[in-house]
């Protein structure tokens, strides 16, 4: 999805599709645009969230603000607004939790959301069957998000009170 702006024609001035991009030529939806001419100078112009923390998962771009995780578009890591009610689509989902996120990691198929106190599980292959499950368990220590590493599929990562092992149930501290 972009928005264009700056048209003559008020009608013209909204969001759109691109279908594909090549070196210099954008390619819209069928029947986007009628014929003619336009004097103004048009812009084009594509916006994402600004994003506290982010992460690769399932070919997607996910990115967490303001309590709201969102997804990129399938393969296009720069779409965050194209919401067609298909499988590609762009994803994003409000959480009412309390605190800010402090990490999130691809883990197998789940994308875990960490806050201080709180774990999102988001689970699911495309947007259309995504579902988060929430967890009070101890997540990831606020300016933490860099201390997570996954070693043979466990995930660790510094908590609050220590070092904490997930291996895909409850984390326990290790340290």
Do not use: W
Request: proline share 3%.
């Amino acid at each position: 999805q972009v928005t264009l702006s700056g048209s003559a024609s008020a009608g013209y001035n909204k969001s759109y599709t691109i279908k594909q991009v090549s070196e210099n030529k954008l390619t819209f939806e069928e029947n986007s645009f009628a014929e003619g001419n336009e004097d103004n100078k048009i812009t084009i112009s594509r916006t994402s969230p600004d994003f506290e923390l982010i992460a690769a998962h399932e070919n997607r771009l996910f990115g967490v603000s303001n309590n709201i995780i969102y997804g990129s578009a399938l393969g296009n890591p720069l779409n965050f607004s194209a919401f067609q009610n298909i499988a590609t689509d762009s994803y994003a989902v409000a959480v009412g939790t309390d605190g800010n996120f402090t990490g999130l990691v691809s883990y197998g198929s789940q994308l875990l959301c960490f806050k201080e106190n709180i774990l999102h599980k988001l689970i699911g292959t495309n947007p259309k069957d995504y579902y988060i499950n929430s967890y009070t368990v101890p997540g990831i220590k606020e300016e933490c998000s860099q201390s997570a590493v996954i070693i043979n599929e466990v995930l660790y990562y510094m908590g609050k009170d220590g070092y904490y092992a997930y291996s895909g149930s409850i984390p326990r501290n290790i340290s």
